[in-house]
């Protein structure tokens, strides 16, 4: 009886190691506003100046911007993907104007980038409130992703 009690106390305690880390995982999947955002592709691109796809929205755009103009310049936090697969479909977002600088894509699968605080640009550069322009890119333009 007592190898039985042992081996089932053993056993409870390795399901619950498996359980644990898969709740973890789960609670660091993105918050609701990027997934309430979301939506079909529609050929654009979205960046606002929080956390979470919230806050002001400073940009909208189906095709290239070299500047994203003062309001908007070095402001993202969060930045979205929904634009067509195939072809030039990877956004890539650029420290300067005129793609100018370090640059990272966000790659079509990847949806949205929810929290810029944790990426880098191919410069180095932190990629929060470092964006200036973007255009659409194939994956070969890529140095660096989004995530």
Not at 33 to 50: E, F, L, T, V
Not at 113 to 121: E, K, V
Not at 135 to 140: G, I, K, Q, Y
Request: charged share 15%; glycine share 14%.
């Amino acid at each position: 009886m007592r190898k039985f009690t042992a081996t089932a106390a053993l056993l409870g305690l390795a399901a619950l190691g498996v359980l644990v880390p898969a709740a973890t995982s789960q609670a660091a999947v993105a918050g609701p506003g990027c997934d309430s955002k979301w939506g079909p592709r529609n050929g654009n691109m979205y960046a606002w100046q929080d956390l979470d796809c919230s806050g002001t929205q400073l940009i909208v755009a189906a095709g290239n911007s070299a500047n994203w103009g003062a309001g908007s310049n070095d402001k993202a936090t969060s930045v979205m993907n929904r634009g067509f697969t195939g072809g030039l479909d990877h956004v890539a977002f650029y420290e300067h104007d005129n793609f100018g600088g370090g640059h990272a894509c966000l790659a079509p699968g990847e949806l949205y980038a929810d929290n810029l605080t944790d990426n880098r640009l191919t410069s180095g550069v932190g990629a929060n409130d470092s964006i200036t322009s973007h255009r659409w890119v194939a994956r070969s333009a890529c140095g660096a992703f989004l995530t």
